[in-house]
């Protein structure tokens, strides 16, 4: 199927709606080489500098990529960052349902593929979170935001022990939604409050190998503040 010709207005931009339409039509494949430059200028009417410019902004976005001396190819039909807008969007159960089916994954790998290093951090990032607790466990008075940093912290140590690259990378752009959420739950009083000694079960069970007790452990840990979430969605 042809690309339509683009209009004159703000080219880039309508070249690259035009070839995220494609994209996501099918009509390359991920893995393919789509049209050279001066192919899609011809299709689309507009000069090759145009097209140029479009292909960067889709390479940049993770749809496409460009190899020296070989062409362009698919990388994704669909714009990562239209997915992860999705998921900015998402609800807080969404979220956590989200995290459990990630991080239990990870927690599993982790037991198995660990190093001392991976450890460490974990440890760091709980120690650090310690401090910065009252004295019922709780963030202390103006600490709220630093305190989900070193929670956030110590749970992408956890997946990055899994050393699982594809994971790593679906968490990273995922964390920053899981931060925004936590923030949210610490500051909701109708929200189970952080408990330490179950991130340190998760982190004694990745550190002994032991891979069904680490996922059963962060399935735990996880499974409070979902419950929590239901039953505040059940009580509307």
């Known amino acids: 199927m042809a690309l339509q010709a683009a209009g004159r207005q703000s ?33 689309l009417q507009v000069g090759r500098n145009t097209v140029r410019e479009a292909i960067r902004v889709l390479v940049h976005a993770g749809m496409l990529r460009s190899r020296q001396g070989e062409g362009t190819f698919v990388v994704s039909a669909a714009d990562p ?16 349902e989200l995290r459990i089916a990630l991080e239990a994954e990870a927690a599993r790998l982790a037991a198995l593929r660990h190093e001392p290093a991976d450890l460490e951090r974990m440890r760091t990032a709980l120690d650090a979170q310690a401090q910065l607790a009252d004295a019922a466990g709780q963030p202390a008075s103006g600490s709220l935001e630093l305190y989900a940093d070193h929670d956030i912290a110590f749970h992408k140590a956890v997946v ?8 790593t990378a679906t968490y990273g752009w995922f964390s920053s939604s899981v931060r925004e959420a936590l923030v949210s739950a610490l500051d909701d009083r109708a929200m189970p409050k952080v408990v330490h000694g179950d991130h340190r079960a998760v982190l004694d069970a990745i550190a002994a190998g032991d891979p069904e007790a680490a996922e059963r452990a962060t399935r735990e840990l996880l499974d409070k503040p979902k419950r929590a979430v239901e039953a505040l969605l059940a009580a509307r």
């Open 160 to 167: 990055e022990a899994a050393h699982n690259t594809a994971l």
């Open 81 to 96: 960052g239209d997915i992860m807008r999705g998921v900015q969007r998402a609800g807080i159960r969404d979220v956590l």
């Open 11 to 43: 080219l880039v931009d309508t070249v690259v709606e035009a070839l995220r339409s494609q994209l996501a039509a099918g009509e390359w494949q991920v893995g393919a080489r789509i049209p050279t430059e001066h192919a899609l200028a011809e299709q």
